[in-house]
């Protein structure tokens, strides 16, 4: 089990998310490395890339937890940012040229994307103009996962006719989550904020199966787990994914296949006789 840990941090600090508020001028790679150094672990990943000079919330998950990032790295995100037009335009015309790109949009990724380019369809949940001044609007989007919101504004730029760019931009939210904590704070007391990757998981509503403590040891060294021996088990489709849970912690990821669950991801931190 690993024991390089802070004295102040859990025991062990392996199965945790940190809601970290990236600062300006630094990497998403870079944040991460903030919080492994301040949480002292050897591996961290982050949930969604925010340019350097984009601010706000980096769902750092640590060590085990990211074995989870398939969940959370497709959740909804928001933003608040601010658009410079490249020349005069009336409210009217801006908040009309707002309402066309609701729902779902056809994006062309930017040149400097790590995806492939090639066109594909992103949905917009909620776009709005916070304030006009002169030629910056302050705007309020939340998006589906993977949304380029530069290229959103570039786009409705050219809507508009006149161009226009992203001059600042904040992300306010991933999922449900709305909390962040600074650089400053986490290295003030790390254990603090911490989110345990049960409560995280939870939070985004991943259905649940519980077996007991047998069952437990075989699904963690890959054995399929059949309906009947589980203690409770939420109603999934075929191929839906499943938090495999015993004594108060989760064990596994699991896929619900006919008549059972097929563990995909397993997690390290609680063998069941300790749990």
Request: net charge negative; hydrophobic share 40%.
């Amino acid at each position: 089990m690993h024991t390089d840990h802070r004295p102040d941090l859990p025991d062990p600090p392996l199965r945790h998310v940190v809601f970290f508020d990236k600062p300006a001028d630094c990497t998403s790679h870079d944040a991460v490395q903030m919080v492994k150094k301040i949480c002292n672990v050897k591996r961290a990943g982050h949930g969604g890339t925010l340019d350097p000079a984009v601010t706000g919330l980096l769902v750092v998950a640590l060590s085990e937890a990211r074995k989870a990032m398939p969940i959370l790295i497709g959740l909804d995100k928001e933003y608040e940012g601010t658009m410079r037009l490249h020349g005069p335009c009336s409210e009217a015309d801006l908040r009309a040229v707002f309402a066309e790109f609701l729902g779902t949009i056809t994006q062309l990724p930017p040149v400097r994307s790590r995806v492939k380019r090639e066109e594909r369809q992103r949905t917009i949940h909620e776009l709005e103009v916070l304030a006009l001044d002169g030629q910056d609007v302050r705007f309020r989007a939340r998006t589906q996962a993977g949304t380029y919101i530069r290229k959103l504004v570039h786009d409705m730029g050219e809507r508009l006719g006149i161009g226009a760019h992203m001059s600042a931009l904040r992300r306010t939210s991933v999922g449900p989550w709305r909390r962040m904590v600074t650089r400053e704070d986490l290295a003030a007391n790390p254990a603090a904020h911490l989110i345990p990757m049960e409560s995280v998981l939870e939070d985004v509503g991943l259905k649940q199966a519980w077996i007991g403590a047998d069952v437990c040891r075989l699904a963690r060294n890959g054995q399929m787990v059949e309906d009947n021996e589980c203690e409770r088990l939420d109603p999934a489709d075929v191929g839906e994914t499943l938090g495999l849970y015993h004594a108060g912690h989760i064990h596994a990821l699991t896929e619900r296949i006919p008549g059972g669950l097929k563990p995909v991801r397993v997690f390290l931190g609680y063998e069941p006789e300790e749990a």
